[in-house]
Nanobody
Framework: QVQLVESGGGLVQAGGSLRLSCAASGRTFNRYAMGWFRQAPGKEREFVAAIARSGGMKNYANSVKGRFTISRDNAKNTVYLQMNSLKPEDTAVYYC??????????????????WGQGTQVTVSS
């Protein structure tokens, strides 16, 4: 069982920045690929970013490419999402997720096995 706890969400003005963190329990964090997803009110969950076990491979949604950066610190069992140049359309609950098969950097949420509770990000215009 893997427990994931997100933090770092909040209210920010358009153009601002936030860094989300996701802390994972257990000793095998470096075996998992990790992803970030988000869900806005009335919309379906969507992929944001993913990172391979070693951090060497990353994938981003087109909507965040060039603005968001995913990274991980396996020594701290933590994955991060640095969000710059935020836009009102980035407003959503952000979730981190763990893919224990770690076959790549998956964009489909059904490939992920464990999920955090989410952290709210609100971007005002």
């Amino acid at each position: 069982q893997v427990q994931l706890v997100e933090s770092g969400g909040g209210l920010v003005q358009a153009g601002g920045s936030l860094r989300l963190s996701c802390a994972a329990s257990g000793r095998t964090f470096n075996r998992y690929a990790m992803g970030w997803f988000r869900q806005a009110p009335g919309k379906e969950r969507e992929f944001v970013a993913a990172i391979a076990r070693s951090g060497g491979m990353k994938n981003y949604a087109n909507s965040v490419k060039g603005r968001f950066t995913i990274s991980r610190d396996n020594a701290k069992n933590t994955v991060y999402l640095q969000m710059n140049s935020l836009k009102p359309e980035d407003t959503a609950v952000y979730y981190c997720a763990a893919d224990i098969r770690a076959m790549g950097v998956m964009t489909d949420g059904y490939e992920y096995d464990y999920w955090g509770q989410g952290t709210q990000v609100t971007v005002s215009s």
